[in-house]
């Protein structure tokens, strides 16, 4: 696989911010006395670590393994969606379906870049074809609520993120083999939107915009946070197709989608009850909890560079 150099441009500033970040944690913990902060401060920068760690060794694989990559999260993200919905027996075979049949099914299109296919997979077959699973089990207690469930959940953690991997397959002219870092772009200006939102709203945050939602998250964290991303992004232009104003443009579309992910996917938890999807990820929750914007990006941002763009 031909890795163009400013993939190593970009994964070295990751590890730059990676390493800022830790000798800050280092320094504060030096002078500051609240434990329960910097522990937490702590596990998430060492998620981070390891987190940058696999999806870089992934990416510069070649298409194939990010694409396997990424499936992976799929399943896992969904595994924590669909243990806090309950289910019932009727619901197993579906399940079975929807875990071993279309989430690989849906990926395997995805990497052979078939977008007829990948694009209509889950939101016209699956969505026919869950219900009419659960119906043949015979169990229609319930039943809308368990088939929206179910289908919610894959449309969210397969269908939709499977569009950042979908990313490798546009064709675009003069970016021949340039495609990885449109996804690293993707994925930079996504989670360092969370993490620049989180920090204006822990500096300036507040009033809140949805305290029975997320009661962390702020106007001053929302609008601080996508400005420094948009702006980070636009600063990224060098890395993408666009003139530095259309990477600014595309920038803030994606903060605005992450966010409105991340609210959306915490209306669903405080439906549950709890606090995060898993605890897989020190510091971070579980799978769900960090890709949740990602979610919710992916298809917007692949759907505006294909039609503008390719």
């Known amino acids: 696989m ?108 995805v990497g052979t870049g078939n977008y007829g296919m990948f694009s209509i997979l889950i ?24 088939a929206a469930k179910i289908q919610w959940g894959l449309m969210v953690c397969v269908y939709c993120l499977s569009y950042a991997p979908a990313l490798l397959s546009l064709e675009i002219p003069g970016y021949e083999n340039h495609n990885l870092l449109l996804l690293l772009f993707l994925v930079i200006v996504t989670q360092i939107s969370d993490v620049l939102q989180y920090v204006w709203g822990k500096l300036l945050g507040k009033r809140k915009i949805a305290p029975l939602v997320s009661p962390n998250k702020t106007w001053e964290g929302f609008i601080g946070g996508i400005i420094s991303a948009s702006l980070i992004g636009a600063g990224l232009w060098w890395a993408t197709p666009f003139t530095w104003w259309q990477a600014g443009a595309l920038s803030l579309l994606i903060t605005v989608m992450g966010f409105l992910g991340g609210l959306t996917m915490s209306a669903i938890k405080r439906d549950r009850g709890v606090k995060d999807y898993g605890n897989t990820l020190q510091g971070h929750g579980g799978f769900l909890d960090r890709i949740d914007s990602l979610c919710f990006a992916a298809p917007v941002f692949f759907h505006v560079v294909r039609f503008f763009f390719t």
Request: net charge positive; hydrophobic share 55%.
């Open 2 to 109: 031909n890795i163009p150099h400013e993939t190593y441009w970009l994964l070295g500033g990751v590890v730059a911010i990676l390493l800022f970040a830790s000798l800050t944690n280092a320094i504060l913990q030096r002078r500051l006395k609240d434990a329960a902060l910097l522990q937490n401060l702590g596990q998430r920068i060492t998620a981070w670590w390891v987190m940058s760690a696999v999806f870089a060794f992934a990416a510069l694989a070649g298409k194939t393994s990010t694409t396997v990559l990424f499936g992976f999260l799929s399943f896992l993200a969904l595994r924590e969606f669909i243990t806090l919905t309950p289910t019932r027996r009727g619901d197993h075979r579906p399940l079975f379906w929807v875990f071993f049949v279309l989430t690989p099914l849906q990926y395997y299109w």
């Open 123 to 146: 939101p016209v077959y699956a969505f026919l074809f869950i219900p009419a699973r659960i119906a043949l089990a015979g169990d229609t207690e319930c039943f809308l609520e368990r």
